[in-house]
């Protein structure tokens, strides 16, 4: 989107321990010069990497996020983590609502919103993740399937400077299916349309970002696509070299 600074974020999952860091150091020393100027860089890390994948890539223009965070600030919530810690631990972003915290944890569009509320008040940018399942899509809802998924998860208020908008169509995470060229460019011009009739003129440079098998190889045709203002890449986000190579796409 003309204006808009696209992102290339990666999102380890449950993925990653001490050694892992090396990859991310390497993501840093790569993410310089002509792709830094093109492109941002984040990779979201488990909570446990946080604080250490801060400081590994500290100097770099490379940032940190968590892939989850609880709508509280604190309290009695064992095993849960707040938006607050993460950027205590180094995080400027948290992914919320990915398909896989939706599937595993019974996340609805409600709790999603709570959760970027969340992340707004601990001082994080909020990646929510929308997306249809493969049965939504081959029952011709997929385009309302993310317009209710959009009402439900965005809270008012969202913009740029706030939030991320993640398209993940849940049969392409993991799979190495990707939506046509021509699907995708439905999905964003709708995003972008109903962001605009919710969000008013505040939405117009929020970064919409596809997600779902982006590789090295088919990097640079998906992020081509109007509206696709960068990329939430998974498995290829554990390997330097994949997620530099899908960084090229902007070079
Ligand atoms: C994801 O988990 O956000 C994702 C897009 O995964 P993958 O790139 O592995 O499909």
């Not at 093109?38 to 994948?53: D, G, I, M, Y």
Request: aromatic fraction near 4%.
């Amino acid at each position: 989107t003309p204006g808009i600074r696209p992102l290339v974020a990666g999102n380890w999952k449950m993925n990653g321990t001490r050694d892992s860091l090396a990859e991310l150091r390497a993501i840093g020393e790569g993410f310089r010069g002509d792709l830094d100027a093109k492109a941002e860089a984040l990779v979201c890390v488990p909570a446990t990497l946080v604080s250490r994948a801060a400081e590994a890539v500290a100097g770099s223009p490379v940032s940190v996020g968590g892939e989850d965070c609880h709508a509280r600030e604190n309290g009695a919530h064992t095993g849960d983590i707040s938006a607050e810690m993460l950027k205590d631990a180094g995080a400027s972003h948290v992914i919320v609502g990915h398909s896989e915290r939706r599937t595993d944890h019974g996340e609805d569009d409600a709790l999603v919103n709570a959760k970027a509320l969340a992340a707004w008040r601990g001082g994080l940018v909020a990646v929510i993740c929308i997306g249809e399942t493969r049965t939504e899509r081959e029952a011709g809802r997929a385009l309302d399937v993310l317009s209710s998924q959009l009402a439900g998860s965005v809270p008012d208020g969202a913009g740029a400077v706030n939030t991320v908008i993640a398209y993940e169509p849940v049969w392409a995470i993991g799979t190495g299916l990707t939506p046509t060229i021509a699907d995708v460019a439905q999905a964003h011009a709708h995003i972008r349309k109903q962001l605009a009739a919710k969000l008013g003129p505040a939405s117009s440079a929020m970064r919409i970002l596809y997600g779902g098998s982006v590789k090295p190889g088919n990097a640079a045709e998906l992020l081509g696509i109007a509206n696709v203002d960068g990329a939430l890449v998974g498995g290829a986000s554990l390997k330097a070299t994949d997620f530099l190579g899908i960084a090229q796409a902007y070079r």
